[in-house]
T-cell receptor
Framework: ETGVTQTPRHLVMGMTNKKSLKCEQH?????MYWYKQSAKKPLELMFV???????ENNSVPSRFSPECPNSSHLFLHLHTLQPEDSALYLC??????????????FGPGTRLTVT | AQSVTQLDSQVPVFEEAPVELRCNYS??????LFWYVQYPNQGLQLLLK??????LVKGINGFEAEFNKSQTSFHLRKPSVHISDTAEYFC???????????????FGQGTRLTINP
């Protein structure tokens, strides 16, 4: 595997289900990100981890719970979601450098549908 | 706070014609600028970036962009497009020195480029 991988690629879940999205990066980076991409809206940054520490939580509802067990893996735990949470969830990684001068590398995303 | 505006939500172009996708940003501090492309059913891929130095930046697939500080713009151009350039294009800005070395990107709404034969 190379780059950033995400599983599953597609997920359909009911509002009472609990599921998890997984992201893995094979680039040796130490910062990881979750984004939400909805139709007709800009990409929304949800969470940022730098050196395995959560450094940004962008006012995301508590029904979304991130976990970063090490610098290569990132999870997004989902529970009691709403239909408006249906979207493409993108994971990204980058080097953690104070200047912020590094690009982010994105995974292919998980297409989530909440029924 | 930073913001990014992509002035065109959709741009239809004929194959082999030139194209320009417009991007304006607002920020009171120095920024880094990026263009990403998203092909159907894929994540985002970096096209090019401006960090410092020459204001004309060349990227992959024949794309280039010019940073204009006075107009706070970072327009993307390609002199001759191909069918394979059909995709969604995102302009993004990052502010220096934020959040413990990680990067906070603010994206524009995206421009859907459609190449017609």
């Amino acid at each position: 595997e190379t780059g950033v991988t995400q599983t599953p690629r597609h997920l359909v879940m009911g509002m009472t289900n609990k599921k998890s999205l997984k992201c893995e990066q094979h680039l040796g980076h130490n910062a990881m990100y979750w984004y939400k991409q909805s139709a007709k809206k800009p990409l929304e940054l949800m969470f940022v981890y730098s050196l395995e520490e959560r450094v940004e939580n962008n006012s995301v509802p508590s029904r979304f719970s991130p976990e970063c067990p090490n610098s290569s893996h990132l999870f997004l735990h989902l529970h009691t979601l709403q239909p408006e949470d249906s979207a493409l969830y993108l994971c990204a990684s980058s080097q953690a450098v104070q200047s912020g001068a590094y690009e982010q590398y994105f995974g292919p995303g998980t297409r989530l549908t909440v029924t | 706070a930073q913001s990014v505006t992509q002035l065109d939500s959709q741009v239809p172009v004929f194959e082999e014609a030139p194209v320009e996708l417009r991007c304006n940003y607002s920020s009171s501090v120095s920024v880094y600028l990026f263009w990403y492309v998203q092909y159907p059913n894929q994540g985002l891929q970096l096209l090019l970036k401006y960090l410092s130095g020459s204001t004309l930046v060349k990227g992959i697939n024949g794309f280039e962009a010019e940073f204009n500080k006075s107009q706070t713009s970072f327009h993307l151009r390609k002199p001759s497009v191909h069918i394979s350039d059909t995709a969604e294009y995102f302009c993004a800005v990052s502010v220096r020195g934020l959040i413990q070395g990680a990067q906070k990107l603010v994206f524009g709404q995206g421009t859907r480029l459609t190449i017609n034969p």
